[in-house]
């Protein structure tokens, strides 16, 4: 079999039986590498000198391209930190269930269709969406939304599966169809960019173009998982819940001038990405910076509240640092190229079998490695060509590279668009990584992309 079938479903089924992430991320690298033929330590000849890199180097040569990824996490926690520091996050969440509390009691809101439940779920739905662009802090936002609303969600009855479809919804189809922000950075910098290298001109492409039919398909993942969860589902109203609830509705009306920082620390940041490439470390610096420079965070508080964005997102830089070791060693392997090639010549030139199997195997390579980001440049100086060869138009070429990389971000234990919801709604013990997160998003959001790209590749 394979060695990079092997690594992700060994990573796939120890993260099922609920083995951390991480430590499936490393035993999955592990087992793909060995399985290739590769040492599990260099070997060197007489003179010291390394005549085969072994698993362990290759697993930490790429932990150490995941420490810029990791640092920028650190520094995008800072700064949602210091707007969650800034009171705005808490006010709105206290003005929300403040409004809802003086119109019904703690036991009587109603549940279903209401609208208050729409109203949630479609402000949740717009806080995704600009999360990565408007206010580039990507997952940041959860923490400081969910929690206070959990016990709201609890009287509302709203499956949290659906809650973890929604954010996904706003945090994967925004930056693999707009190109600002994230997006600019996945869909300009990475895919045309990545294109343009392997030998395709990208001349005249409008990316928004290529990748509208399986933004479609997300949409209507999304709109299937609305149906999907529709029942009311119970859950107990922890102690926890009923503290974060508490300190919400605790805290003072929105302050202007607080709110005024915050919008300039937000709009400093998101102009710095607009004016520099591969920025994002250095807007959410500047950003934090703002809120110093203006009073907001004061430099007494500085470190509290730098550590405390640090922390929150710790266990997701871990896993996208180990996340990029398993990439490594995947690479190291060279049995991408060999994968692609083995299930493209099973279809003899046959476009709409050979655009399939490279679905798959984007969908495969993504699930392992937990990042769109990540993958596309390993898959794309070997698509391109065999797109080229097949007869494929440029526009159908970004498409289907583009819906390779982005499958499997929705739907993957290792990928922050399924560890971001679960932070924010586990934090009552109540919704399982796997079972709550990654299968809900996997199957509303994978299944629809899968076959919106196909169709793309095809009518293109």
């Not at 102009?271 to 703002?290: E, N, R, T």
């Not at 195997?361 to 797109?387: D, K």
Request: hydrophobic share 55%.
């Amino acid at each position: 079999m394979n060695a990079v079938i092997i690594g992700v479903l060994v990573m796939l089924i120890l993260s099922v039986s609920r083995v951390h992430v991480v430590l499936s991320l490393v035993v999955g690298a592990f087992a793909g590498g060995l399985s290739a033929g590769l040492p599990l330590s260099d070997i060197v000849d007489t003179a010291d000198k390394v005549t085969q890199t072994g698993v362990m180097t290759h697993f930490q040569n790429g932990v150490k391209n995941g420490a810029t990824i990791a640092l920028s996490y650190a520094m995008l926690g800072a700064f949602a930190m210091a707007i969650t520091h800034s009171g705005l996050p808490q006010q709105v969440a206290g003005a929300v269930i403040r409004k809802i509390e003086t119109r019904h009691t703690r036991d009587t809101i109603p549940t279903g269709t209401s609208k208050i439940k729409w109203g949630l779920l479609l402000g949740l739905l717009a806080m995704g969406i600009m999360s990565q662009n408007i206010v580039p802090i990507h997952i940041a936002f959860i923490p400081m939304i969910i929690p206070p609303l959990l016990l709201v969600f609890n009287r509302l009855h709203i499956d949290r599966r659906l809650l973890a479809c929604v954010i996904t919804f706003g945090l994967v189809t925004t930056y693999m169809f707009l190109p600002y922000g994230f997006g600019a950075i996945f869909l300009n910098n990475i895919l045309l960019t990545n294109i343009e290298k392997a030998g395709m001109s990208i001349k005249g492409i409008n990316v928004m173009h290529a990748m509208a039919i399986p933004a479609l398909g997300m949409f209507t993942g999304l709109v299937l998982a609305f149906i999907h969860y529709r029942k009311p589902r119970i859950y107990q109203d922890k102690q926890i819940d009923a503290d974060n609830e508490d300190s919400a509705t605790q805290q003072p009306q929105i302050s202007a001038y607080r709110s005024a920082v915050a919008a300039l620390a937000i709009l400093v940041c998101f102009s710095i990405q607009l004016l520099y490439k591969d920025a994002l470390m250095v807007g959410a610096m500047l950003g934090f910076a703002v809120f110093m420079m203006l009073g907001v965070v004061r430099r007494s508080e500085a470190d509290i509240v730098f550590n405390k964005g640090i922390k929150m997102m710790a266990t997701i830089g871990f896993i996208m640092i180990a996340a990029q070791g398993f990439a490594e060693v995947m690479q190291a392997t060279e049995q991408i190229k060999p994968l692609v090639e083995a299930s493209a010549s099973m279809f003899a030139g046959n476009k709409a079998m050979a655009a399939f199997a490279m679905l798959v195997v984007g969908l495969l390579v993504t699930m392992g490695i937990g990042s769109s980001f990540s993958t596309l440049p390993i898959i794309t100086a070997i698509y391109v060509p065999l797109c080229a060869g097949l007869g494929f138009s440029p526009l159908a070429t970004v498409a289907i590279i583009g819906t390779a990389g982005a499958l499997g971000d929705a739907g993957s234990p290792a990928s922050d668009s399924t560890l971001g919801p679960t932070m924010g709604l586990n934090i009552d013990g109540q919704h399982d990584h796997m079972r709550d997160s990654v299968i809900p998003t996997f199957v509303h959001y994978n299944i629809p992309l899968f076959i919106a790209g196909w169709i793309a590749a095809l009518v293109l």
